[in-house]
């Protein structure tokens, strides 16, 4: 299929870029500030490139936001290790691009705007890239036409396909075509290998997940004062809280630390009234005295360091589907609870395989799972090192990626 062709069969794609572009204007226009942000930082990514340097070899890296950012660590910093080297990474999310920072004068952040074709060539030709990276996802089309055009390799790591994903249906053939085109798709699960292989894909091979490689990277400052087992809602939404909220009275001598996904002032205020008396804010303890019963966290980032003080992890998103980091958790020896939508979550498979996870439905199970393990402490002390053991047993992936990118410049 040539250049045009598939220009043409993009109808569907090019038409949704359309639309998500409008209905981001309107958010901004009406007063949503995520919305208002995404634009404004889309309309100056030239002056964030602005000390780009011409004479440096740039490696594009694409993030849709701040985790897949954390994802690439490790390969960011074996790039630059290396002379003239410079990385640009790119974001669509404004929150990615705010929360994530490297601290290196070759290394540069922009919002990526609108994926549209004049735009894609415009952004291409201004980087020069000597390689295009996807982290995972967020694959724009019409930048990996465009790099394709001009010979310029694209790559994708840590990725995951479902057959679900609209790629395989009638509306994604040409999208997958474009796929088709990328010089290497490295994958964090072998059911994505065999899925791409079973469509049609040879440029594909398994590396495994980088994420298990940026674990235990950053160094905490935070301390708390915490005298009693400590259980954690990592990124908490609402199905979490309540069924959390209908046991916390039933279960003594606990800390219970609540870190809710969202922390707007109106969800802190209804997580805080869920809880009741005793629950108090982080932003108003006193972090030389030991903590409350329930601590409710309203503050962004520290979530990971919050896991060193845990022994147990409820991590949030197990009933939307969309399951939080559990390997963050269980980086620092947490045992893992989570809902049951999990199907799409490799590394969730392989915690309950190892018995060092379990998946919650609602409080009573909640209640008995917890009791179990602080009713055996050592079982617990066990499956905790099991955790971090399996971490590191995991790790490698990055090595992996920067090999394949090397051959391919």
């Known amino acids: 299929m040539n250049f045009t062709t598939i220009k043409m069969r993009l109808f569907h794609y090019q038409i949704a870029i359309e639309l998500l572009t409008i209905y981001l204007k309107v958010a901004a226009v009406f007063g949503n500030e995520k919305a208002k942000k995404s634009i404004e930082g889309k309309e100056k ?11 440096k070899k740039t490696f594009w890296i694409h993030c849709a936001s701040h985790g897949e950012a954390i994802m690439a660590n490790e390969l960011v ?25 490297f601290e290196d004068a070759n290394f540069h ?21 000597r390689i295009l990276i996807f982290v995972k996802y967020d694959l724009w089309l019409n930048l990996i036409n465009e790099c394709h055009k001009k010979n310029i390799p694209s790559i994708v790591f840590s990725s995951k396909f479902r057959k679900s994903h609209w790629y395989f249906n009638i509306f994604g053939t040409s999208a997958k075509k474009v796929l088709q085109t990328m010089n290497l798709i490295l994958t964090a699960d072998h059911l994505s290998k065999e899925l791409l292989k079973e469509n049609g894909f040879s440029n594909v091979k398994f590396s495994g997940d980088t994420r298990f490689d940026s674990l235990n990277e950053v160094k905490s400052n935070l301390v708390l004062d915490i005298r009693l087992p400590c259980i954690i809602l990592g990124s908490s939404w609402e199905k979490e809280e309540s069924i959390t909220a209908e046991i916390i009275k039933a ?13 707007k002032e109106k969800e802190i205020l209804r997580t805080k009234k869920l809880f009741g008396n005793n629950a108090e804010l982080y932003s108003k303890i006193d972090l030389k005295k030991p903590i409350p019963k329930v601590l409710i966290i309203d503050q ?7 896991y060193n003080y845990s022994d147990i992890a409820f991590v949030g998103g197990g009933f939307s589907g969309k399951l939080h980091n559990i390997l963050e958790a269980a980086s620092k020896g947490n045992f893992l609870l989570f809902g049951p939508n999990i199907k799409n979550y490799p590394e969730a498979d392989l915690m309950l395989k190892e018995k060092i996870a379990k998946v919650i439905r609602n409080s009573k199970e909640m209640k008995n799972a917890i009791v179990d393990l602080l009713e055996n402490k050592d079982t617990l002390e066990k499956k905790k090192r099991k955790a971090i053991q399996i971490i590191k047993e995991n790790k490698g992936a990055t090595e992996i990626v920067w090999n394949e990118i090397q051959k391919m410049i």
């Open 77 to 101: 910093r074996k790039i630059l290790n290396e002379k003239n080297n410079q990385v640009v990474m790119s974001f669509f999310s404004p929150s990615g691009y705010d929360n994530y920072s």
């Open 251 to 263: 279960i003594d001598n606990v800390h219970w630390i609540i870190a809710p996904h969202e922390i």
């Open 109 to 129: 952040k922009f919002h990526l705007p609108f994926d549209k074709k004049r735009k894609a060539k415009k952004i291409v030709d201004f980087i020069n890239p």
């Open 45 to 55: 990514w030239q002056k964030d490139l602005s000390n780009l340097s011409s004479e």
């Open 300 to 306: 962004i980032g520290i979530l990971a360091n919050l």
